[in-house]
């Protein structure tokens, strides 16, 4: 069964780090390009970041250079480093995998929550 | 950035009736970078259209997108009660992804 499994949620204090992995089953993580998306509670969807094959990463303003994408291949995990954690970056953290083909999120994980507060 | 506006925020319906959401966007969108998902309450997004128009597999035929440029369109021609839900627009351009603000489609 393809899936993405999402843990490391939790509460931190602002200017805290957390790191948050996603562990895909069914496909390889490095043949594909993979991303985290956020939502706030009652809030939209935002794109936080993407690792592409090769290993070229992008993120959203709101989180560069304070979050770090990377990913191990030997576990088929993905990692997201959350650095200087701020109460605005409370949110569930979704993993999914961006199919090049369609041009959007084909599988998503059941996500995470990352609660910012003292 | 393009920005993309979904409206209405809210559109409160009976189930048998259709369902007509949009998204805007602030600058052109390709048709092939232009996707839809649905959201329920506790669950992730699931991808309902791709490509402006096609739809993911195992979508129902009542579920269909349209559109070009900068106004694109998802409709739901009869609603099922398993169809309110949120539903999300998102494009793709420059390595950046966005997202619209969202539509709740509720039971009238």
């Known amino acids: 069964e393809v899936q993405l499994v999402e843990t490391g949620g939790g509460l931190i204090q602002p200017g805290g780090s957390l790191r948050l992995s996603c562990t895909a089953s069914g496909f390889t993580v490095s043949s594909n390009y993979m991303s985290w998306v956020r939502q706030a509670p009652g809030k939209g969807l935002e794109w936080v970041s993407t690792i592409y094959t090769g290993g070229s990463t992008y993120y959203a303003d709101s989180v560069k250079g304070r979050f770090t994408l990377s990913g191990d291949n030997s576990k088929n995990t993905l990692y997201l480093q959350l650095n200087s954690l701020r109460a605005e970056d409370t949110a569930v953290y979704y993993c999914?995998?961006?199919?090049?083909?369609?041009?959007?999120?084909?599988?998503w994980g059941q996500g995470t929550m990352v609660t910012v507060s003292s | 950035e393009i920005v993309l506006t979904q409206s209405p925020g809210t559109m409160s319906l009976s189930p048998g009736e259709r369902a007509t959401l949009s998204c805007r966007a602030s600058q052109s969108v390709s048709s092939s970078y232009l996707a839809w998902y649905q959201q329920k309450p506790g669950q992730a997004p699931r991808l309902l259209i791709y490509g402006a128009s096609t739809r993911a597999t195992g979508i129902p035929d009542r579920f269909s997108g349209s559109g070009s440029g900068t106004d694109f369109t998802l409709t739901i021609s009869r609603l099922e009660p398993e169809d309110f839900a949120v539903y999300h627009c998102q494009q793709y351009g420059s390595s950046l992804v966005t997202f619209g603000g969202g539509t709740k489609v509720e039971i009238k």
């Open positions: 999914a995998r961006w199919l090049q083909s369609f041009e959007a999120f084909d599988i």
